[in-house]
């Protein structure tokens, strides 16, 4: 077995490292309080090559692969969830599924400018009445001679505010449901009958934007199915198991930033003339942190790998997720607890860290979703032995 | 136009302590870095290049890891890289570093301007720079923060402890660059893999290079090293504990005295 990362992408890690310290920790203060999307530093991420880092370099990537996208989002979760946020919906949840779904004509004309960061994409979904029941979706898609015309209504929807392109899921047959109903469309800002409702105001990522849109009469042309009428939970499905790792990596990012801040806290804070590291209690909880870590990296890198062979990755990356976003959540109240009365405290990073965990083990399919993919996949492989 | 630019990879000694026992660097686990006042140097190039066109060609001495350097230096935007690197090279001190690379140079051919950083955070002697303009037997312009080619001149300003000087050289030329001159460009994720898989690090060897064996490595070294230690650390900076506005007032006054201000 092999394990080592190529050297390309330990460069890749340590220049997006060395970016994230110097260009994104600095703005995320700011951010983070008045809850404003990181216009600049996300336009300097773009001018670095990271908006299209798994795409292809024919359409504009850099070619970096899973692992080199993963361990770029790893790096940049150690920093600011808000920034990983954006970044995710954009590359896994849209530049993927138009590089894995779309035509050639498609890829031409939104996958390479997504992907060299000159526009930014999203993924639409969640309804008011459809998130873990994602089948459930009502806006409806009909079609009229050469055009689709789209009317319904989708929430908390990532960078739908900022995007230029969103992948849009929609009923076109309500009786053929999630086998055969659903169709995914490309839908271009600025399309007449698209617009953006309210903003969220949110507990964390607070960089991110989460928004409504409203589709009313909004016309698309046929061309911009993406995939195959009827086929959109497919586009779906296959993009959340990429979306999946991406997160679960950002996940083990944050995981490592709260050990390492924990770690040198511990070493410096000095209570009854020792520095607390001395005390069981904290040596317990940081060997407990790192081991989590460790554990979750190590299955964040194999699913990739795994998604490299070719084989299936559904149940391996819906795990990653499930397990990536639990440890960071207790990874973070973990550090909190060390840090005591400095942890709470809005002027030291942990408390934004806290605030931005939790939505972890909610979006991207809540982590009992997770459970579900899990036990379905688990059923499966029962019934094939 | 044509532009060289030398780095060198040093230990990260931000991050570097000194063995109080021996004097020597602990260099265990410690990452490698460009020499950032090379990056520096490299940054004007590219800029030059942009400005101008033409290419920029880095070039390195040292053991076959420099080889991550060149790389990185080329993921940055340089477009070749050559690494001299040989055990006859091995134990150069700053005088047949700068013949080697002289040599090298001398066997690229023409060339337009050669930019090195100002000093290497490991060595800090601020030697090699211009040993090598001797050996090129081209101008120099040293601690340069910042510069230009106008027709077939640079104008470079010299950065001096207590003065800036503006100079003028004909080219080819060499200068050696401050951290003042620049902030250097991150490598991008594309070139980043085209550094990678799409390039070759070109090296060259004793034998690709016409050098009198008595002047490379450590037989044509005239000094070595005798021992590493930390300077003293200078006494505490004073504190002026005033309100804001009284103490900015003493402050000046103080610099004023100096003719600092």
Known sequence: MDYSIPKELELLRKTVKEFAEKEIAPVVEDMDREGKFPEESIKKMAKLGLMGLPVSRKYGGAGAGMLGYCIAVEEIGKVCNSHGTILGAHTSLCCMPIEMFGTEEQKQKYLVPLAKGEKLGAFALTEPNAGSDAAAIETTAVRDGNYYVLNGTKIWITNADRADIIIVLTVTDKALGARGGITAFIVEKGTPGLSVGTLEDKMGIRGSSQAELIFENCRVPKENVLGDVGAGFLVFMKGLDCGRLSLAAGCVGGAQACLDASIKFAMNRIQFGKPIWENQAIQWMITDMATEVYAARNMVYHAIWLKGTGKRFTKESAMCKLFASEILCRAIDTALQIHGGMGYMKKFPIERMYRDARITRIYEGTNEIQRLVIANMISREMRKS | ?261
């Open chain 2, 1 to 261: 136009m044509r532009f060289i630019v030398c780095i060198k990879q040093v230990p990260d000694t931000t991050n570097v302590k000194i063995d109080k026992r021996t004097g020597r660097l602990i260099r265990e686990g410690i990452p490698s870095i460009i020499n950032p006042e090379d990056k520096n140097a490299l940054e004007e190039a590219l800029k030059l290049k942009e400005k101008f066109g033409g290419e920029v060609i880095v070039i390195s001495m040292g053991p076959p890891q420099a080889d991550e350097a060149l790389r990185e230096a080329m993921a940055m935007g340089a477009d070749r890289a050559i690494l001299l690197t040989d055990r006859a090279f091995a134990g150069a001190d700053t005088m047949a570093t700068a013949y080697s690379l002289g040599s090298a140079i001398k066997k690229i051919g023409e060339y337009d301007l050669v930019l090195c950083g100002r000093q290497a955070i490991d060595g800090d002697t601020a030697q090699v720079g211009p040993q090598l303009a001797e050996f090129l037997s081209i101008p120099q312009i040293t601690y340069v923060s910042d510069l230009n080619i106008e027709e077939n001149k640079v104008v470079a300003i010299q950065e001096l402890e207590d003065k800036r000087v503006k100079w003028e050289a004909n080219l080819p030329a060499l200068l050696t660059v401050t951290a003042e001159a620049n902030k250097p460009r991150y490598p991008t994720a594309y070139r980043i893999m085209s550094a990678y898989k799409e390039k070759d690090v070109e090296i060259l060897e004793k034998k690709d290079l016409d050098v009198d064996e008595k002047r490379i490595g450590m037989d044509g070294s005239p000094t070595s090293v005798k021992r590493i230690f930390s300077p003293e650390p200078k006494g505490k900076g004073e504190i002026i504990k005033e309100e804001p506005k009284k103490a900015a007032g003493i402050l000046f006054n103080r610099l004023r005295a100096k003719n600092i201000l």
